[in-house]
């Protein structure tokens, strides 16, 4: 069964950084877009960042510029380089497939950008 592990969120100031990775197992890596998704409470689950297996990027207006989606097929993990994060940022980070697989949501990893 593919797994979805994602980490590397934290307390961070604005205008801070931190670089969210997303380990996966099995081939799935290497056959689908993926993305990164963020949910914030009250909110609904959004598609941040996209990529493809062959490194075409899409983001959502709100972090261009700001966002760096990549990923390693060879080590079956994605990335989000995150800059100039602002409180608005604060959410849990979820990686998945686009559009996402049911069955490979997993805990995500917190971001709170707070002074």
């Known amino acids: 069964q593919v797994q979805v592990v994602e980490s590397g969120g934290g307390l961070v100031q604005p205008g801070g950084s931190l670089r969210l990775s997303c380990a996966a197992s099995g081939r799935i890596f290497s056959i689908s877009v993926m993305g990164w998704y963020r949910q914030s409470p009250g909110k609904e689950r959004e598609l941040v960042a996209s990529i493809t297996s062959g490194g075409n990027t899409n983001y959502v207006d709100s972090v261009k510029g700001r966002f760096t989606i990549s990923r390693d097929n060879a080590k079956n993990t994605m990335y989000l380089q995150m800059n100039s994060l602002k409180p608005e940022d604060t959410a849990v980070y979820y990686c998945?497939?686009?559009?996402?697989?049911?069955?490979?949501w997993g805990q995500g990893t917190q971001v709170t950008v707070s002074s």
């Open positions: 998945n497939c686009k559009p996402p697989n049911r069955a490979l």
